[in-house]
């Protein structure tokens, strides 16, 4: 049988090592999805930059990168589309890698459509971490108010979690 302090002992390691987890968890999900610009219309980022996509803020979209930062109001954003192939949809003055076409390798991939304080037409298009992509789709769906785009069926399972 145990004495007394040392399940004690034992109980303070597991609520450390507890604590500990939640709070990497935590500290996770208020980092955002990773993800990489891979190119469209701002010319405030470069292409294939990567950063993170925060949908903490109820006014912005940000997209954070080691050389600065976007934003963009929630409000003036126009059309979520995600598939795991660059949107020929929306071209929009996208430029997309033919690299990233031809890859085999399951890529998800996020467009964002917005105006701009012109009132012009602007896209981003994100590869996104594949780990991160469902909570970013329902964070965007709930800020915005607007309903993601699925390029196909397959896009919809991927990005709903069916499949």
């Not at 292409?47 to 409000?75: C, K, M, W």
């Amino acid at each position: 049988m145990w004495c007394k302090s040392a399940r004690h002992r034992l109980m303070a390691w597991l609520c450390a090592g507890w604590l500990t987890w939640t709070a990497a968890l935590l500290r996770a999900g208020s980092e955002g999805g990773r993800a990489q610009y891979v190119g469209g219309t701002t010319a405030a980022l470069k292409a294939n930059i990567e950063g993170r996509i925060l949908t903490t803020d109820h006014q912005v979209f940000e997209f954070r990168t080691r050389l600065g930062s976007i934003t963009v109001p929630y409000e003036k954003i126009n059309l979520l589309e995600y598939g795991q192939q660059a949107s020929r949809r929306y071209a929009l003055g996208v430029i997309v890698s033919p690299v990233l076409l031809l890859s085999k390798k399951r890529k998800h991939f996020l467009t964002i459509g917005y105006r701009d304080e012109q009132d012009r037409q602007q896209a981003m298009v994100f590869r996104v971490d594949k780990r991160d992509i469902r909570a970013v789709l329902a964070a965007l769906e709930a800020r915005t108010g607007r309903r993601v785009e699925f390029q196909d069926e397959e896009a919809r399972k991927a990005g709903r979690g069916g499949g």
